[in-house]
């Protein structure tokens, strides 16, 4: 069962837009979803809405520390309110999958994100779920930064987006912890073959 939706990003217009701000974009999708507004919150360094679902208590939180700090309001929030590592949902960007593609996975490195980094320390522990949204690599490490702080263009934005709103149809999965179903909403990334069409009769014979 998921409490807390964190998604990562840069606070401020010239990151609103970037390639690095996809887990913000997440979160904004969700709140549209369930009809609510993210206020700033000092307590917890972010942006945050808090609401129940299924006669459950969930908080969507969006972290206004940048990126290399985002545990901070991590942390914070989940210390007060007792939420457990596996109770915790990371939507952040990944280098290593398409535009397009999402998968879900609980635990594991920070692979040299910054921002689960940060998690990392506050939580003291990997074992939190990730939601990680595809946008491609650059080709050569030394362009990383460069990558994650700048627009995707019109074609990739569109299957970043196709993602977002795919794998946010599982949110209510996710909050009730049938992870399982989750998994499958989320990971099927290509609709499905369409059925070959049935060869047309043959005329009767004279």
Do not use: C
């Amino acid at each position: 069962m998921i409490k807390l939706f964190v998604g990562l990003g840069n606070p401020g217009a010239e990151y609103e837009a970037t390639r690095h701000n996809a887990g913000f974009w997440w979160i904004d999708q969700v709140a549209r979803q369930l009809g609510v507004r993210l206020v700033a919150e000092r307590s917890y360094h972010g942006l945050m809405a808090r609401t129940q679902v299924r006669g459950q208590t969930v908080w969507l939180l969006e972290p206004q520390t940048f990126m290399n700090l985002s545990g901070k309001s991590v942390g914070a929030l989940a210390r007060f309110y007792k939420i457990a590592p596996e109770q915790i949902l990371v939507v952040h960007d990944e280098l290593d999958l398409s535009p397009g593609q999402a998968k879900l996975k609980r635990g594991g490195g920070h692979a040299g994100h910054n921002g689960l980094r940060d998690i990392h320390a506050q939580l003291g522990t990997g074992d939190y779920w990730r939601l990680r949204l595809g946008i491609g690599h650059p080709g050569d490490r030394a362009e990383v930064v460069g990558w994650v702080l700048r627009k995707p263009p019109a074609d990739e934005l569109a299957q970043i987006e196709t993602a977002i709103t795919r794998s946010a149809q599982a949110f209510e999965q996710l909050v009730m912890g049938e992870m399982e179903r989750a998994t499958v909403q989320i990971h099927t990334d290509k609709p499905p073959r369409a059925k070959p069409p049935k060869p047309a009769a043959e005329p009767p014979a004279d």
